[in-house]
């Protein structure tokens, strides 16, 4: 176990050490090269904001890379436990209907939508993904940093996007062409390419997140005990978009997700 989990930490370290580097990287090409950064009224000001925006996307990166996605610890902390949408103990469920399995290889009882990361060799609460790219899994503690630094980072590249765009120069051969704006153009392939991978993802985590499916729980639904067992397609956590959306965003804390199963289940007329 020791060896896996220093496996994980260089790992991590590793690709943490790249995206920063490729961050810098493009910035740095983007600057060396007559952009529309040097054509503004105000040109330290438009730097700055670029700056600062690329500044924030690599603090969130780090963020949701290192901090815990929601990790069981342990089978004593479940009692603790209470919903965060507010709602109250009911005496319609009985403690073999909300009974927690026991994950094969951490062993401890994983609360209703969590599950055992191989890569991590955790359980994680509320498990959407392991991503390679963050070296973590993102679940109930980070995922709505994860959608932040998307967003961030959408906005970011967007606007790397259209600097780089503005810096290419016109010279009379292909040739030439390629020696002056080489460096911008293998910048301007880069932007695009993680830039339509950042907006897929956020465009695909934002309709998740609207019908409160998590990552694992869309692509393996026939394999997930609480939903085959579910005559409908749709989640049986769902309340609604702007519901799911509201929850998402502006709830802090644990939800017991067992008492929100049952009570849609035992309400569906």
Known sequence: MDMVASEVVVAGC????????????????????????????????????????DLCSVLLYFAVSLMDPGYVISDCEEKGFSSAFGEQETTSLSPDSIRMRRC?????????????CKSCNRCVRKYDHHCP????????KNHRVFMLYLIVQLVTLLWALQIAWSGFRYEATWSDWLYINLFLLVAFILINICTMVVGLLLVSHLYLISSN????????????????????????????????LWNFFCTCGHVTWERVYFKRTYHTV
């Open 213 to 244: 499916f998590t990552t694992w729980e869309f692509m393996s639904y026939y394999r997930i005990s609480y939903l085959k067992q579910r005559d409908s397609d749709s989640s049986p956590f769902d309340r609604g978009v702007l519901c799911n």
């Open 14 to 53: 590793l690709v943490r050490t790249g995206h920063t580097l490729l961050t810098w990287g493009v910035t740095l090409v983007l600057f060396l090269h007559p952009t529309d950064v040097y054509h503004h009224n105000n040109t330290w000001i438009y730097q700055l904001i670029f700056v600062v925006m």
């Open 133 to 140: 790219w963050i070296g973590n899994c993102v679940g109930e």
């Open 104 to 116: 094969g290889y951490c062993l401890l009882k994983q609360p209703m939508r969590s599950r055992h």
